[in-house]
Nanobody, 114 residues
Framework: QVQFVESGGGLVQPGGSLRLSCAGS????????MGWYRQTPGKERELVAR???????WYANSVRGRFTISGDNAKKTVYLQMNSLKSDDTAVYYC????????WGQGTQVTVSS
């Protein structure tokens, strides 16, 4: 069974940084695009960054230039470095394949507030 475990969230002040990690089990990342998604109450989950097995990346306009996605296929782990955080980045962050093929993990809460 495929599982994703996200970690690294927390409370941070505007302008601060966090690094999220997503560890996968029961799956090899290399055949897939892997992505970071986020969701706030009352809104649909949105894709904010994705990475190919060869390292190609894409970012949503709202995070481009501030977030960096990276991955380690051997460790089955995907990372999201988030810099210059804004209050609008407050959300629960999840990882999954792109498109979504597997169940969601529990996510990790990111709260940006002074």
């Amino acid at each position: 069974q495929v599982q994703f475990v996200e970690s690294g969230g927390g409370l941070v002040q505007p302008g601060g940084s966090l690094r999220l990690s997503c560890a996968g089990s029961g799956i090899s990342f290399s055949p897939y695009l892997m992505g970071w998604y986020r969701q706030t109450p009352g809104k649909e989950r949105e894709l904010v960054a994705r990475i190919t097995s060869s390292g190609g990346t894409w970012y949503a306009n709202s995070v481009r230039g501030r977030f960096t996605i990276s991955g380690d296929n051997a460790k089955k782990t995907v990372y999201l470095q988030m810099n210059s955080l804004k209050s609008d980045d407050t959300a629960v962050y999840y990882c999954n394949t792109v498109p979504v093929y597997h169940n969601w993990g529990q996510g990790t809460q990111v709260t940006v507030s002074s």
